[in-house]
């Protein structure tokens, strides 16, 4: 079965830190998929990135960075120099890709609380 | 940009009372989704439907439950008698082709069961 952990429930940081949320991921799988998606206070779920298990290449979009390595089963999320904006729960979730195509369920952690203070 | 819709945002219902959760998917999308979260918890994946068929269910989903896509656009969750630990945000999602690729999200609806 699959499974996602993210070790930190809570991490408040000062405006412009940078902060490495941690995500660690369990599947019996070859092929599969991870993401993250950002759930501010507002409650809406909101997609930031998608990997597939073949492409560990490190990505990075603006303050954000992901580090993929299939070695320690892990796909940590950077955002640096760290905003207000920012704060929110953050969900690392993974999609194994099932038999016949017919589903793509995501496994979500338990998400990490980011608060950036002023 | 198109975007998946879900209501009402709230409902507050009775012990026992049916209740039914509505959303309409992006159009050209293949694959649905609900999803519930509880107050303070992860997003738990109830079930999931595709060629107008249930294709996964989670333990979740028991008998209660039941989805329906009545028409080309809307996509239904019921829940026959709720119950108290029934109340969650529900979010609806759906997906293009075959993926798996970004799953869009609705807005959810949070539901109170008192």
């Known amino acids: 079965a699959q499974k996602v952990t993210q070790a930190q429930t809570e991490i408040s940081v000062v405006e412009k830190e940078d902060v490495t949320l941690d995500c660690v991921y369990e599947?019996?799988?070859?092929?599969?998929?991870l993401f993250w998606y950002k759930q501010p206070p507002s409650g809406e779920l909101v997609f930031l990135i998608r990997?597939?298990?073949?492409?560990?290449q490190n990505e990075i979009s603006g303050r954000y960075s992901w580090n993929f390595q299939k070695s320690t089963s892990s796909f940590n999320f950077t955002i640096t120099a760290s905003q207000v904006v920012d704060s929110a729960v953050y969900f690392c979730?993974?999609?194994?890709?099932?038999?016949?195509?017919?589903?793509?369920?995501?496994?979500f952690g338990k998400g990490t609380l980011l608060t950036v203070n002023p | 940009e198109p975007e998946v819709t879900q209501t009402p945002s709230h409902q507050v219902t009775q012990m026992g009372q049916e209740v039914i959760l509505r959303c309409v998917p992006i159009?050209?999308?293949?694959?649905f989704y609900w999803y519930r979260q509880i107050l303070g918890q992860k997003v738990e994946f109830l079930v999931s439907?595709?060629?107008?068929?249930?294709?996964?269910k989670s333990e979740i989903f028991d008998d209660q439950f039941s989805v329906e896509r009545p028409d080309g656009s809307n996509f239904t969750l019921k829940i026959r008698s709720t119950k108290l630990e029934d109340s969650a945000m529900y979010f609806c999602?759906?997906?293009?082709?075959?993926?798996?690729?970004?799953?869009?999200f609705g807005p959810g609806t949070r539901l109170t069961v008192t």
């Open positions: 999602a759906s997906e293009t082709n075959r993926g798996p690729n970004e799953q869009y």
């Open positions: 439907f595709y060629n107008n068929e249930i294709s996964e």
């Open positions: 979730a993974l999609s194994e890709v099932q038999s016949g195509g017919s589903n793509y369920k995501l496994t």
């Open positions: 599947t019996r799988d070859t092929t599969y998929y």
């Open positions: 990997r597939n298990s073949f492409d560990e």
């Open positions: 159009s050209n999308h293949l694959y």
